[in-house]
């Protein structure tokens, strides 16, 4: 996925942003909508974002 993907559209934010958000040390889909309040409306968001931050974990474990 292209980074600049809009992942919450209710917020704007995008796939790199997540992945940011993970690189800087959250692990699960709380703890990124915690940093930035994605999935707190219409919450469509929030399966595409769980896989990504599963994938993004992964990403951060392996190296
Ligand atoms: S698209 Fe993320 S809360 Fe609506």
Redesign the pocket.
């Known amino acids: 996925m292209n980074g600049n993907h809009i992942v919450?559209?209710?917020?704007g934010t995008t796939a790199a942003q997540i992945e940011r958000a993970v690189q800087e040390g959250a692990r699960s889909f709380e703890e990124v909508q915690e940093k930035l309040h994605?999935?707190?409306?219409?919450?469509?968001?929030?399966e595409l974002a769980k896989l990504l931050i599963e994938s993004f974990v992964e990403d951060m474990e392996e190296q």
Not at 8 to 11: A, G, H, I, L, R
Not at 38 to 46: D, L, P, S
């Open positions: 919450c559209e209710c917020n994605i999935g707190k409306q219409c919450i469509k968001c929030k």
